[in-house]
């Protein structure tokens, strides 16, 4: 979208410094992701964003906001008392210029990238969608989100992470979702939390904010999971149910050596198969979900199957590689939460292998639920037949360098007969130890940028 300064100010309450026929086109608070012609808004956050605004300017961004007084740069400005305030304020306005086109909120305790980037792929096979990049899905993405939509975008889908009660709300009074997805419920973020019952009505205020039936409101929920399937109660909001027992199902579900899977979808509307192109079976109840959003909008089962098929996936996902030596690698180490650590583990067990190792780091945030749920995974592990090294043991705490080399030398050499899980939750970086393992530059420079976090 392109605004003025004057449009900018007008939004924030802000006042113009420089030269007002400047405008902008995009904005981002990343000092690294500057385009041409962006607006750089710095954030106060691990560090001061305002420290930033001179390599924004280099980078070329035409102007920037500012709570700290002009920066002595040759670019415009516009002086507001906050700049995440004015953040989200702009993006308030963002969404209002849209007007009808209808916005999809996905939310859950797993699943939620991964659906937005399967339903992304099945809607713009016949219209101009907009999607959060990576997982942009707090205080500081959505808005980036809205703001960096173009104008004529025929729908968005935007994520949305809750880390408290409120969030997913305030996500909501922004972005202003017509359609909301829930992919499932787990212990996540329960340091905050405190418990499932909490997770739970977190994750429902996407539900309860959307509009009502007649005002075209829709809730799409995972009737599989007991407790997304009750959001139900109480929405004004039309509910389309995917999942097992759902409107939309899969049937005849068959999962490759190589994590594919394929089945048949099953619809009100008739069936179609489908080869999916995300790993895992965890993965199908997200593009039924997916699915079960596009047939609203009047996608045909055809183009359905088709988007499903050959989705841009976000990186340190359920990737399957091969390791020097040409061991299996199941690089999962984006996040990881009970859900999530349980369904990687029965992927790793369903790989062809000789031996299968899980390289797991910790499951981060589940407060009182921290000890007991860590166990039940290497309970788990051991069920499967699975041998665990833990980099969160004693030795594996003194540095990057030192995890790496204790990590492989636990593992000893590995050959093509093993088959290899990196998971933990980001806090982890075990990222770094799949770089070792199978060396990608791409994978290295999409690691450290995949949270819209640092100025």
Request: aromatic content about 2%; glycine content about 10%.
């Amino acid at each position: 979208m392109r605004w003025s300064l004057d449009e900018i100010a007008a939004a924030t309450g802000g006042q113009v410094r420089g030269d007002r026929a400047t405008t902008v086109d995009g904005v981002t608070q990343d000092s690294r992701d500057v385009q041409p012609g962006m607006l750089f808004v710095p954030l106060v956050a691990e560090r001061d964003g305002h420290d930033f605004i001179a390599d924004a300017v280099a980078a070329g961004a035409s102007a920037y906001l500012t709570a700290r007084g002009v920066a002595g740069v040759d670019a415009a400005a516009v002086e507001v008392d906050d700049t995440m305030a004015a953040l989200t304020a702009l993006a308030r306005e963002a969404r209002a210029r849209l007007g009808a086109v209808p916005v999809v909120g996905i939310t859950g305790s797993v699943g939620k990238t991964t659906t937005k980037d399967l339903l992304a792929a099945v809607l713009g096979r016949g219209r101009r969608v907009w999607a959060s990049t990576r997982s942009f899905n707090n205080e500081i993405g959505v808005p980036i989100t809205l703001l960096t939509a173009p104008a004529d975008a025929e729908a968005l889908v935007v994520e949305m992470g809750s880390r408290g009660a409120g969030h997913i709300a305030e996500l909501c009074r922004t972005a202003r979702p017509t359609m909301g997805v829930v992919t499932t419920v787990g212990l996540s973020h329960t340091s905050e939390l405190g418990s499932l019952a909490a997770v739970v009505s977190a994750k429902r205020e996407l539900v309860e904010a959307l509009p009502a039936a007649a005002d075209g409101g829709v809730a799409f929920l995972n009737a599989g999971v007991p407790e997304v399937l009750s959001m139900a109660e109480g929405s004004g909001a039309r509910v389309v149910t995917f999942g097992e027992g759902g409107e939309v199902q899969a049937r005849d579900l068959i999962v490759d050596d190589d994590l594919v899977p394929r089945f048949v979808l099953r619809s009100p509307g008739g069936e179609a198969p489908v080869r999916l192109g995300a790993r895992g079976a965890q993965s199908v109840d997200n593009a039924l979900a997916a699915a079960a959003v596009a047939i609203e909008f009047g996608v045909s089962l055809e183009d359905v199957a088709a988007g499903l098929a050959e989705p841009t996936l976000s990186p340190l996902r359920m990737e399957v590689l091969r390791a020097t030596g040409g061991a299996r690698l199941l690089n999962d180490t984006y996040n990881a939460n009970p859900l999530s650590m349980r369904a990687a583990l029965h992927s790793l067990a369903a790989l062809p292998a000789q031996r299968r190792i899980a390289v797991l780091g910790t499951m981060a945030e589940l407060g009182d639920f921290e000890a007991a749920e860590h166990a039940a995974i290497g309970s788990l592990a051991a069920r499967l037949g699975v041998q665990i090294v833990s980099v969160d043991a004693p030795g594996y705490s003194s540095g990057e360098s030192t995890v790496i080399e204790a990590a492989l030398s636990d593992l000893g050499g590995l050959d093509a007969d093993d088959a290899v899980l990196v998971k933990g939750s980001r806090v982890a970086g075990l990222e770094r130890l799949v770089q070792h393992l199978a060396p990608s530059p791409e994978r290295s420079r999409v690691a450290a940028r995949d949270h819209p976090q640092r100025p």
